[in-house]
């Protein structure tokens, strides 16, 4: 018999006259005493892979004896440190795990680790859109497939939890890893969030899926500050949601203060509210190398003994600190009790995974392909949900709006279209940050190919979707910067100290860009395409730009191609709005593309020749003049000038039409809920998808409720002409606040909204809420419900 099938028979009985099915508790406890102390601190540690590897880039036996003899909790972002093809680094994973399983003392295999914000965050792995782009398709449907889909590829090499989603609800316009988030609005964020952890640990099937983990506890983004109302009611609502709709596995804490104190040593954020008042019952876990960031006076076991003591579980990406966890517990800084929780949480994990069974599913057997047709599919819909149309005005001497593109239009206007800028022939137009490719260039200094997976850029997809009637040309013009951008930060990911200067900041294009050809070309072409933005260097972690302008010399290099009197579409990549409210006046239309991923060529080529509406809308209030500070649609931003186009907004190629809401006009507070109806019909000429937005607002100036606040949404797609009736359950709770450190539900009155955006209000109609003010520790409802008909 193997030593791992006779821990399992020995972990199976559980008294000396009968064997039974044990608990997951039972199981954990019982391996948690056969531990030693060595074995119990290495579970609370972690390690790259790539230590253990051979030079020619195998497992290391004589490795694994000397750094891992008592085992090891985890593996750090496995995928992207070995960078290698799928079933190499399967093979690498099941080398490790039968290594550990049948060398050290009770066979406990490693939790590998992952990034999965837009798909796996390795070789080969499909690149879905950024998140910032995810929210703006409003599509939870889609973003629950997507992640699915991801978990299974991260399952298939062995990876069993993924370092994501982040929910972090960011309203500073310049925050730079605003990319990384679903934007301003807590209840937007709890939705999309709620949808990646369903896919990604499938449903709670946790034995083929992938434990998720939500970052970065609480207000890394901005909120960690704010009052106590907006802390509780919009930065808490994304992780309290996931955490009680979902049974999410693990949350990161982040590398910033709250009120005073890191995150990650902070015992009132960790046990007071993470665990005491949303009641998370799963692993916490330390941002990489934030646990020596606690303080500079402190020594290694001080640190450690203020980051268990806190609540802090797992220190990645090495653990060094927590080697000093004996030490700690000699000196008294620590007790036996508190690594008794943290190693039985990492080991309930590992239980609830599949991973202590005998059966357990490590990795895929088999060839592993990656980047299927499936996937290249949905990233394609969701990059072409993503993208906002922000202006589509018409071109002089007509009516008709300038896009689309088609080739009746080009007919019209002249069938010479000039594709320029920085961003149309690039990989780095489309790849966000934690992407495999964006990762190994910031981080590595490593250029990967933009053929693993294939990225089509602009230029490609606008080359294979242009209508015959029209011709293509490009010169790109202009580079993205002439000089580095960004503000290295201290703190932070630790691995940026091996950046040694700013120049290492600058993205190579390995293609000229020709100021004067481009113009003279612009000036014989008949529409200008200028595909402008950041790139990986410009927006992410630890790239903090100090203004929100498009970069370098950009806006010059429009504003000389709108001199050519040609009608110029302007599009717009990164990871966050820019400030372009001056150009926009100028230019005919405008397209926020974000970054888009593999398939965002195609889509925005797709979407410039009509072949799709634009359907995408904003999650965040586009500002328009330099903002670095919090904004918020349901701060009450109607006729903000700092606003260039407000929180779920977006145009299409055709018109919708709302019909009169259809609801109870009266709701008792302790009712379970009522149902709105709303007819929404396509009075166009086109075939398009509309999100149509419920929002709430007080009719009571005394009111504690926010002056706006989104309460529910739903993605429709309507043929032209086309009408459908869309029913939303909502839920009393949805017409609360948190007060004296409960859920309120007041009677009174308050106004129900539907909308095309927050400051596109088509129909409102009034309810009550009757009977006793009613109070929940908790909501017990999050998110309306959209009833299928």
């Known amino acids: ?109 490693a939790l590998v680790h992952e990034e999965a914000l837009s798909g796996v965050n390795a070789l080969d792995a499909t690149v879905y859109p950024q998140q910032i782009g995810m929210a703006c398709t409003w599509n939870t449907e889609l973003a629950e497939k997507k992640a699915r889909l991801s978990a299974t590829a991260l399952r298939a090499i062995g990876g069993t939890l993924a370092l ?57 983004g901005g909120g960690g500050d704010a009052p106590e109302k ?109 690594l008794k929780k943290a190693v ?49 005005d018409p071109v002089a001497d007509s009516e008709e709006a300038i896009l689309p593109l088609t080739a009746e ?9 000039f594709l320029t800028g920085p961003n149309a022939n690039s990989m780095w137009a489309l790849a966000g940050d934690y992407t495999f490719q964006a990762m190994h260039y910031f981080w590595q200094n490593k250029e990967e190919s933009p053929l693993h997976p294939k990225y089509v850029f602009l230029k490609d997809g606008m080359e294979q979707k242009m209508p015959k009637e029209g011709t293509l040309f490009y010169s790109r013009g202009c580079d993205w910067t002439e000089e580095p951008e960004t503000v ?57 730009r100090t203004k929100l302008s498009l970069p370098g010399r950009q806006e010059e290099y429009v504003n000389a191609l709108v ?37 965002g060529g195609n889509a925005v080529a797709d979407i410039l020749f009509g072949n799709v509406s634009p359907s995408g809308k904003l999650c965040i209030s586009y500002p328009a003049v330099e903002l670095h500070e919090p904004v918020c649609y349901n701060y009450g931003l109607e006729n903000d000038l700092r606003i260039a186009w407000p929180f779920g907004y977006g145009l299409s190629y055709t018109a919708f039409e709302y019909g009169e809401i259809r609801m109870d006009r009266q709701v008792e507070t302790t009712a379970e809920s009522f149902n709105l109806d709303i007819d929404v019909k396509n009075t166009g000429k086109v075939d398009a998808d509309e999100v149509v937005q419920i929002y709430v607002s007080p009719t009571a100036r005394e009111s504690r409720l926010k002056p706006i606040q989104l309460q529910g949404f739903a993605r429709v797609s309507l043929k032209a002409g086309e009408k459908q009736t869309v029913r939303f359950r909502l839920f009393p709770e949805q017409l609360g606040y948190f007060a004296d450190g409960g859920w309120n539900i007041e009677p009174g009155h308050y106004m129900i909204k539907v909308a095309a955006s927050s400051q596109d209000i088509r129909q409102e109609q009034e309810i009550v809420l009757t009977g006793k003010h009613h109070v929940k520790k908790l909501r017990e409802h999050y998110l309306s419900e959209v009833v299928k008909r």
């Open 1 to 109: 018999m193997k030593p791992i099938e006779k821990l399992f028979v020995a972990m199976t009985c559980i008294s000396m006259t009968a064997c039974s099915s044990p608990t997951l508790e039972q199981r954990v406890d019982q391996l948690y005493d056969s531990m030693s102390r060595a074995e119990r601190v290495v579970q609370l540690r972690s390690i790259y892979i790539s230590a253990l590897l051979t030079p020619d880039g195998k497992i290391d036996e004589a490795k694994c004896k000397e750094l891992i003899p008592d085992g090891i909790g985890h593996i750090s972002q496995f995928a992207m440190d070995l960078g290698m093809s799928p079933d190499e680094q399967r093979d690498r994973v099941a080398q490790l795990q039968k290594w550990l399983i049948e060398n050290t003392p009770n066979h406990i295999p």
């Open 164 to 220: 994501s989603p982040v929910v972090d609800v960011v309203r500073n316009p310049s925050f730079n890893r605003l990319e990384e988030s679903y934007g301003e609005d807590g209840y937007l964020s709890a939705a999309m969030g709620v949808a990646f952890v369903n896919g990604m640990q499938h449903r709670g099937n946790l034995h083929e899926g992938v434990a998720a983990c939500t970052k970065h506890f609480l207000g890394y």
């Open 230 to 338: 907006e802390l509780m009611e919009d930065i808490l609502l994304p992780h309290e949601a996931i955490i009680r709709l979902t049974g999410s596995q693990a949350v990161m804490t982040g590398y910033h203060a709250f009120n005073g104190t890191k995150c990650v040593a902070n015992k009132w954020l960790q046990q007071d509210l993470l665990r005491g008042y949303v009641g998370f019952d799963g692993l916490l876990v330390s941002d990489y190398g934030s646990i020596p960031q606690v303080g500079d006076t402190l020594s290694p076991v001080d640190l450690c003994a203020a980051a268990m003591n806190a609540g802090n579980e797992v220190d990645f990406p090495h653990g060094d600190t927590y080697a000093h966890i004996p030490e700690a517990l000699e000196k008294g800084l620590i007790s036996e009790e508190a």
């Open 344 to 392: 039985k949480r990492v080991l309930m994990l590992k239980a609830r995974l599949g991973m202590l069974d005998n059966d357990a599913l490590l990795y895929s057997d088999g060839h592993i392909e990656f980047d299927t047709e499936e996937e290249r599919a949905t990233s394609y819909l969701l990059a072409a949900q993503s993208i906002v149309l922000l202006k589509n």
């Open 409 to 417: 239009k080009l007919s019209r206007l002249g069938s010479r279209v």
């Open 488 to 544: 290295m930060e201290v703190g932070g990911d630790p691995r940026v100290a091996a950046q040694k200067t700013i120049d290492s900041r600058m993205v190579d294009s390995r293609e000229p860009a020709n100021w004067d050809e481009a113009l003279q070309m612009a000036r014989q072409c008949d529409v200008i395409v200028a595909a402008m933005g950041e790139n990986v260097m410009l927006s992410g972690e630890n790239r903090d």
């Open 563 to 599: 001199a050519t009197g040609k009608p110029v579409i302007l599009v717009v990549f990164g990871g966050r709005a820019q400030v372009i409210s001056d150009l926009a006046k100028k230019c005919t239309a405008v397209l926020q593309a974000w970054y888009p991923g593999e398939e």
